[in-house]
T-cell receptor, first 118, second 111 residues
Framework: ETGVTQTPRHLVMGMTNKKSLKCEQH?????MYWYKQSAKKPLELMFV???????ENNSVPSRFSPECPNSSHLFLHLHTLQPEDSALYLCASSHRLAGTPISGNEQFFGPGTRLTVL | QKEVEQDPGPLSVPEGAIVSLNCTYSNSAFQYFMWYRQYSRKGPELLMY??SSGNKEDGRFTAQVDKSSKYISLFIRDSQPSDSATYLCALGVDSNYQLIWGAGTKLIIKP
């Protein structure tokens, strides 16, 4: 595996289910990010981890719960979601905590998990 | 007012045409102006970026920044069907992981 991988690629869940999204980066990066991408809307940054410590929680509802057990893995635990939470959830990583591409520090994205909440 | 405005399209052009994709922004503090390309069922990937103002060229692609007008552009010459994707602009400040994203423009190149 290379780059950033995400599983599952597609997920359909009911509002009472509990599920988890998994992200793994094979780039030796130290920072990882969760984004939400809805149709015709800008990417929304949800959570940020640097060296396994959470550094950002952008007013995300508590039904989303992140976990970063080590610098290569990131999880997003989901429970009692709402239909408006249906979206593409993207994971990204970067060498260090930054968004700008100076010195090759851009964010590399996984393919995303397409989530549908019924 | 949104921080970054980007027409979602779709923009459909014939193969070989010159394509112009644009974003406008409101915050003059931005230093980095990035263009990401996102193919269907894939995540965004950095295509090119410009620091401060001016132009940057890479093959068929040219990124242009006009800070006085707060306007950035991506030009694609000799467009190919393989260029069909959604193009997202992202703006940032040095050492800040919080990028400000446009909504993306869906581009369709017709053979």
């Amino acid at each position: 595996e290379t780059g950033v991988t995400q599983t599952p690629r597609h997920l359909v869940m009911g509002m009472t289910n509990k599920k988890s999204l998994k992200c793994e980066q094979h780039l030796g990066h130290n920072a990882m990010y969760w984004y939400k991408q809805s149709a015709k809307k800008p990417l929304e940054l949800m959570f940020v981890y640097s060296l396994e410590e959470r550094v950002e929680n952008n007013s995300v509802p508590s039904r989303f719960s992140p976990e970063c057990p080590n610098s290569s893995h990131l999880f997003l635990h989901l429970h009692t979601l709402q239909p408006e939470d249906s979206a593409l959830y993207l994971c990204a990583s970067s060498h260090r905590l930054a968004g700008t591409p100076i010195s090759g520090n851009e964010q590399f994205f996984g393919p995303g998990t397409r989530l549908t909440v019924l | 007012q949104k921080e970054v405005e980007q027409d979602p399209g779709p923009l459909s052009v014939p193969e070989g045409a010159i394509v112009s994709l644009n974003c406008t922004y409101s915050n003059s503090a931005f230093q980095y102006f990035m263009w990401y390309r996102q193919y269907s069922r894939k995540g965004p990937e950095l295509l090119m970026y410009t620091y401060s103002s001016g132009n940057k060229e890479d093959g068929r692609f040219t990124a242009q920044v006009d800070k006085s007008s707060k306007y950035i552009s991506l030009f694609i010459r000799d467009s190919q069907p393989s260029d069909s994707a959604t193009y997202l602009c992202a703006l940032g400040v040095d050492s800040n992981y919080q990028l400000i994203w446009g909504a993306g423009t869906k581009l369709i190149i017709k053979p």
